[in-house]
């Protein structure tokens, strides 16, 4: 009998693969055949899933989306009842939900890489979908600002804060980390990616316990 064959997983395999590329040699080199020897597959075998590169790019942005809130998501239920917690406790779960956007192991170092290289083409080329990358910009900010929202109503947070602006300070701290951390690794460790997260948090944060 023929293998049975999991066309969700091999869709994921063939995501991963792609981010593997690309991390490796950028989105230009990137080709449908490229991605087939990375997993392992014949061209032909690809095809049946993704008729075109267009089409496997905007598949892995969104699986990538996917993932990265889905998450951040989990870690928000499993937290559980916030106001239950100590301040500290509080202070160190708002500091662990943010930690999860930032290229601190490499999963994440490989889905920031990708997705810079994924917007930067966007940009200019037509054949990309510049609303995934605008989609994803509006949903990252949008799970700052959950996790903001949750610090305030816990009164985590000082009561003289403005959400919106916090929300956009703390997405570009976010974004310019990420950034330099999968550029420039030898100048931004993820040690210190996470230090400079947790020194604006703690100025953001109520003091006493």
Do not use: W
């Amino acid at each position: 009998m023929p293998k049975q064959v999991d066309p969700v997983a091999r869709r994921a395999d063939v995501v991963d693969a792609l981010f593997r590329v690309v991390f490796r040699e950028g989105l230009q080199r990137a080709s449908l055949r490229a991605v087939a020897d990375e997993a392992g597959l014949n061209i032909g075998s690809l095809r049946h899933y993704f008729a075109n590169q267009q089409e496997l790019m905007g598949f892995a942005m969104r699986a990538m989306l996917d993932r990265v809130s889905g998450r951040l998501l989990r870690r928000i239920d499993e937290a559980g009842d916030v106001d239950a917690l100590t301040l500290e406790q509080r202070r160190r779960l708002s500091l662990d939900l943010l930690a999860e956007l930032l290229p601190l192991d490499e999963t994440r170092r490989v889905e920031v890489a990708v997705f810079v290289d994924f917007v930067t083409a966007a940009r200019t080329h037509p054949a990309i979908d510049a609303g995934l990358a605008r989609e994803a910009a509006v949903g990252a900010r949008a799970l700052v600002r959950r996790i903001l929202r949750r610090a305030m109503d816990s009164e985590t947070l000082r009561p003289d804060l403005d959400l919106d602006v916090e929300t956009e300070r703390l997405s570009s701290l976010i974004d310019g980390l990420s950034l330099n951390t999968v550029l420039y690794p030898d100048l931004l460790s993820p040690e210190a990616c996470l230090d400079v997260l947790r020194a604006h948090l703690d100025g953001l944060t109520r003091q006493g316990s």
